[in-house]
């Protein structure tokens, strides 16, 4: 029979497992009441939207769905985030195996000379996005959200993609170079899939901001048709300040996708935030 373990080592890890609790409650509390507020029924003896529900129904849902012109939003968002997101998959990939595993000359200093990128603030960068966009005729297009996000979002994703690139055996790389794989076929047929974890990491970090980008739509887009969800959101706000439940239910549709997203991927999304975590 096994020895049985003193109080002091079940001790510290009760405390880690009561501090975990408390983290994970601060975090999930807020979605809660969100969804309780937003599928609640309605209690005129109590309308404070957060109160304990007496019971559930999708009225709210669905009342803000066709009174808000969700759909209409929800369609630009996903038109607007699949380009964003696939792309930049594909430049992120590029950029990291050529910073990562290719011997270049000035590789290093460019690579420095990009996470600057990191450092200098969205907001510096619009006025002058705004003017030359405008230039070319694509305010208030969803290109004026597309094209923009591709230099805003490469430098963390480059610096992300490095990294794994960094961490995969070089051996791999010279060796298909020595069977007479150009770098292209290199990069598609040996490399590139030994990364599936970082890029759906990096996919689920580019689509939540992505599909939570308000900044650049409130500057680039003045037409109804072409809003975005955090954009027709807050009109949507705007127009029912007062029914802080149908807002509630506004905010759960809009959350939904990046929910559904991150189910669908979770486990390889943990495996990429990971990977190297631990070396043997």
Known sequence: ???????????????????????????????????????????????????????????????????????????????????????????????????????????????TAVLVGMMIPIQAMLIPVYYNLNRFGLVNTRFALILPYFGMAMPFSCFMMRAFYR???????????????????????????????????????????????????VIMIYSDRLRTMPLGLNYFRGEHTSDQTLIAAGVTICTLPIIVVYMIFQRSFIAGITAGAVKG
Request: hydrophobic letters at 55%; proline letters at 7%.
């Open 1 to 111: 029979m096994g020895r049985i373990k003193p109080a002091a080592w079940y001790l510290p890890r009760l405390v880690t497992w009561l501090v975990l609790m408390f983290f994970v409650f601060v975090a999930v509390m807020p979605l809660l009441w969100m969804w309780f507020a937003a599928l609640r029924t309605a209690d005129p003896a109590n309308p404070d939207p957060f109160a304990m529900p007496k019971g559930f129904t999708f009225d709210n849902i669905i009342k803000a769905w066709s009174s808000g012109k969700m759909s209409i939003y929800m369609v630009n968002s996903i038109l607007v985030a699949i380009p964003r997101v696939f792309i930049v998959l594909i430049l992120a990939s590029l950029a990291g195996f050529a910073f990562g595993k290719l011997r270049w000359k000035y590789r290093d200093l460019i690579f």
């Open 167 to 217: 961490d995969l055996p070089g051996e791999l790389a010279d060796s298909a170079s020595m069977d007479g794989c150009g770098k292209f076929r290199t990069w598609f047929h040996i490399m590139a899939p030994l990364t599936k974890p970082a890029l759906i990491s990096l996919l689920i970090f580019e689509f939540m901001w992505s599909w939570n980008d308000y900044l650049l739509p």
